[in-house]
């Protein structure tokens, strides 16, 4: 099984608003990311987990804050967002973290629709 | 630098027709590459990988890869088109330098299947 799961599917919310994506997997993977899609354009890396640790933040803004509570769970929290962040919000996972082991293809879920009002 | 660059933005075809979807890549090193699928509305699924053993990848729904490192290709093909194909589809390979953990994403190709 390569599942990973993503709630919600859909978010809207104003730009004083704070929420929360969540993304899970139970495959054991000790790699978990957060992608950014916008329409028509191929994801784009924001965060990389490696063993509950943050090891890529790839210059995100501090609207955006990761949390790995666990192993199994990846947190985005949003806060103050602007409407350009609308966007579709990806989590991945992967057996190895990305820098070590052959197990680095990555799974992806599918998604949280993401609308800044 | 890596790059990965795929050659056709839309591609259209009739249904029961073979499909090939482009893909040319740069890289230093033995790539790993892969093809992700993504419909509509709808997070991204993995087709298939290369990651140097044979040169023909077989992936799911019936379509394969054949990595040629001559040509640096690594072409997307399906027999026989089915509706159910349409979809965006993106060629990935994995970055070995630069912000490790990276995949490096074409732009990808819209395939349309038409009646």
């Known amino acids: 099984d390569t599942e990973v799961t993503q709630t919600p599917k859909h978010l809207v919310m104003g730009m004083t608003n704070k929420k929360s994506l969540k993304c899970e997997q139970h495959?054991?993977?000790?790699?978990m990311y957060w992608y950014k899609q916008k329409a028509k354009k191929p994801p784009e890396l924001m965060f990389v987990?490696?063993?509950?640790?943050?090891?890529i933040n790839e210059s995100v803004p501090s609207r955006f804050s990761p949390e790995c509570p666990n192993s199994s769970l990846l947190n985005l929290h949003l806060h103050a967002l602007q409407p350009e962040d609308s966007a579709l919000y990806l989590c991945?996972?992967?057996?190895?973290?990305?820098?070590?082991?052959?197990?680095?293809?990555?799974?992806f879920g599918p998604g949280t629709r993401l609308l800044v009002l | 630098a890596q790059s990965v660059t795929q050659l056709d933005s839309h591609v259209s075809v009739s249904e029961g027709t073979p499909v090939l979807l482009r893909c040319n890549y740069s890289s230093s090193y033995s790539p790993s590459l892969f093809w992700y699928v993504q419909h509509p509305n709808k997070g991204l699924q993995l087709l298939l990988k290369y990651t140097s053993a044979a040169t023909l990848v077989k992936g799911i729904n019936g379509f394969e890869a054949e990595f040629k490192k001559s040509e640096t290709s690594f072409h997307l093909t399906k027999p026989s088109a089915h509706m159910s194909d349409a979809a965006e589809y993106f060629c990935v390979a994995r970055n070995y330098g630069g912000s490790q953990g990276n995949l490096i994403f074409g732009k990808g190709t819209k395939l349309s299947v038409k009646p």
């Open positions: 991945a996972s992967s057996q190895d973290p990305p820098t070590s082991g052959e197990g680095k293809t990555q799974y």
């Open positions: 495959m054991g993977h000790r790699a």
């Open positions: 987990y490696s063993y509950e640790k943050l090891s």
